[in-house]
């Protein structure tokens, strides 16, 4: 059966549920990287953006968002328009929000290699096999210094340590990885290596299954 990724946004309308929290902590991290980051004009890219609710309400609040150009890739037309809707309002003409196969590196190469990445509500949804070549891919994505955001549930088999352990492998350091008693899957990772060349026409990964709409994924 064919997820409506559209009705699994209105879960993030509950302020108690594990999507909300796992908005909020996104969100935090997000700007605290935007804190940091050195003067001047900054590239994003966010796949499977859907609303365009984890990069957004950062930029149009923090005092960074004008420097930052990105590319929100989302398949659903509903969860795009909402998102460009979003982006014109916030007075945000540096974000490009994009309808197409997030799961193709072609999508990105504009903005690639990208000081944030985005790559959540994405590892739920795909293969373990997929989740490494994700990964992989992010060393392509990511610019020297550039932070990868991405979430997975903390269920059983959490799989979070050993997602951390291939961004080990592909040059990242952890900056911060939520733990399970805090209920929701959120990593931070920073890239150190020296971006690889971006496949074209590669597809990174492929959903799989239906997640569970009031879970994060």
Do not use: K
């Not at 796992?22 to 050195?38: C, K």
């Amino acid at each position: 059966m064919t997820s409506d990724w559209y009705a699994w946004h209105h879960h993030y309308e509950d302020s108690a549920s594990s999507l909300s929290r796992r908005l909020a902590e996104v969100r935090l991290r997000i700007a605290a990287a935007l804190d940091e980051a050195p003067p001047g004009s900054l590239r994003a890219v966010s796949l499977c953006a859907g609303q365009g609710r984890d990069l957004i309400p950062v930029l149009a609040a923090h005092p960074r968002g004008g420097d930052v150009t990105a590319r929100l890739v989302e398949l659903d037309p509903r969860n795009v328009e909402l998102a460009r809707t979003a982006a014109r309002e916030a007075g945000l003409p540096g974000v490009e929000v994009v309808r197409g196969d997030a799961a193709r590196t072609d999508a990105y190469a504009p903005l690639t290699p990208a000081d944030l990445v985005l790559v959540c509500g994405v590892f739920g949804n795909i293969s373990d096999a997929d989740v490494r070549a994700t990964v992989r891919h992010c060393a392509s994505l990511c610019a020297t210094g550039g932070t990868v955001f991405w979430t997975r549930h903390r269920r059983a088999p959490d799989l979070v340590p050993t997602i951390c352990e291939w961004f080990a492998e592909d040059g990242f350091e952890a900056v911060a990885v939520s733990t399970p008693a805090e209920g929701v899957g959120v990593g931070v990772h920073r890239f150190l290596g020296t971006p690889r060349p971006l496949l074209t026409g590669a597809t990174m990964f492929e959903f799989t299954g239906r997640p569970q709409p009031a879970q994060p994924v």
